[in-house]
T-cell receptor, first 109, second 116 residues
């Protein structure tokens, strides 16, 4: 059974700092891994999708990496801004789509 | 923790038929639910936001007459794919805003729809 863990559960940083969010999964037989952000009371916004054959994806200030063999992914956010404050979720697609519990990020002005 | 049940988990149907997918919050009341779909090798994308007692809000490009959403109670939202076609074959998943502050999302287990 696939399990997805995100560490830390919450993170607070000053504006401008670079940061890394972590996602780990127990079964390396995956099709893809996705990173999302969720603003309070809202649905998900897709950030990055990494296929199982890929190592990383980049979009603007975001970079996501995937190491299938070790069951890990990281989301790197460069030069964080208060507008980045949200909950970040990773999800792994194997037999099912399994979500982590998320990391709540607060970027302080 | 809060549980969202989605049914069925897998459905195969003929082209032209309608398929209903149910999303239930089992131990909490969900005033807001979200429906997503994911095509193979693509990101999960939001289709619509469903609010209890009112009309759903659809994302751009999603046909509201084809994807009927009903959120008639605080514990049940349904998505009906009307006159399904092979291009509607996809993975559909629901989520609900849940306790304690209605800010956190809880997810159903998804429905794999295959239209022949």
């Amino acid at each position: 059974k696939q399990e997805v863990t995100q560490i830390p559960a919450a993170l607070s940083v000053p504006e401008g700092e670079n940061l890394v969010l972590n996602c780990s999964f127990t079964d390396s037989a995956i099709y893809n891994l996705q990173w999302f952000r969720q603003d309070p009371g809202k649905g998900l916004t897709s950030l990055l999708l990494i296929q199982s054959s890929q190592r990383e994806q980049t979009s603007g200030r975001l970079n996501a990496s995937l190491d299938k063999s070790s069951g890990r992914s990281t989301l790197y956010i460069a030069a964080s801004q208060p507008g980045d404050s949200a909950t970040y979720l990773c999800a792994v697609l194997s037999e099912k789509l399994v979500f982590g519990k998320g990391t709540k990020l607060t970027v302080n002005p | 923790g809060a549980v969202v049940s989605q049914h069925p988990s897998r459905v195969i149907c003929k082209s032209g038929t309608s398929v209903k997918i149910e999303c239930r919050s089992l131990d909490f009341q969900a005033t807001t639910m979200f429906w997503y779909r994911q095509f193979p090798k693509q990101s999960l994308m939001l289709m619509a936001t469903s609010n209890e007692g009112s009309k759903a809000t659809y994302e751009q490009g999603v046909e509201k007459d084809k994807f009927l959403i009903n959120h008639a109670s605080l514990t049940l939202s349904t998505l009906t794919v009307t006159s399904a076609h092979p291009e509607d074959s996809s993975f559909y998943i629901c989520s609900a805003l849940g306790p304690p502050t209605n800010e956190k999302l809880f997810f159903g287990s998804g429905t794999q729809l295959s239209v022949l």
